[in-house]
């Protein structure tokens, strides 16, 4: 099985600051045949359910705000929040979907 | 609106069964994949299990793989996942999610229910 990483663990960032979250896989997500990353980013708040914010690794899920955006390919992809707000407040999952779908660990993103 | 409510949880001893519900609405149910993914208290995602838009095609997580049966009813708009010889490990909350395709594998999962949640303790 593919196995997912995220860095860091947790981060708090200030109102307006841009928040950066790593996600990496233990073999690449890029399939050769059309180009895209199978790579999807979720946003779950407390005692909410996940959210999809990324697929494709950079495709905004239709709602989301521009503020999200997601980016990188292969092994090494990354979630920005360019000005993060108060609502942001999250854990973080990135989740493969290449082979048997593996969701990262999750990064808890505060308010500083 | 695109709706997926879970129902079924509760608390039940080791070695238990359960069976979930989900019931579906706001899109044509019969043309989407469908999943199960768990939660466990305080912990991260875990894919449990999908089943294709026919039903045809099913699919497990190792970790419940020979304990749990999914399946579907088209007719009723409903997802189900029996689970059978329950352990701790298994405590968690469940979601039921869809996925934007017939066939599950190589899709994300676009729509999240609230969860149901499954205690198994003596």
């Known amino acids: 099985d593919i196995v997912m990483t995220q860095s860091p663990d947790s981060l708090a960032v200030s109102l307006g600051e841009r928040a950066t979250i790593n996600c990496k896989s233990s073999q690449s997500v890029l399939y050769s045949s059309n180009n895209k990353n199978y790579l999807a980013w979720y946003q779950q708040k407390p005692g909410q359910p996940p959210k999809l914010l990324i697929y494709?690794?950079?495709t905004r899920e239709s709602g989301v705000p521009d503020r999200f955006s997601g980016s990188g390919s292969g092994t090494d992809f990354t979630l920005t929040i360019s000005s993060l707000q108060a609502e942001d407040v999250a854990v973080y999952y990135c989740q493969q979907y290449y082979s048997t779908p593996v969701f990262g660990p999750g990064t808890k993103v505060d308010i500083k | 609106e695109v709706q997926l409510l879970e129902s079924g949880g509760g608390l039940v001893q080791p070695g238990g069964s359960l069976r979930l519900s989900c019931a579906a609405s706001g899109f044509t149910f019969s043309s989407y994949a469908m999943s199960w993914v768990r939660q466990a208290p305080g912990k991260g995602l875990e894919w449990v299990s999908a089943i294709s838009g026919s039903g045809g095609s099913t699919y497990y997580a190792d970790s419940v793989k020979g304990r749990f049966t999914i399946s579907r009813d088209n007719s009723k708009n409903t997802l189900y996942l029996q689970m059978n010889s329950l352990r701790a490990e298994d405590t968690a909350v469940y979601y039921c999610v869809k996925v934007p395709a017939a066939m599950f594998f190589y899709y994300y999962m676009d729509v999240w229910g609230k969860g149901t949640t499954v205690t198994v303790s003596s």
């Open positions: 494709w690794a950079s």
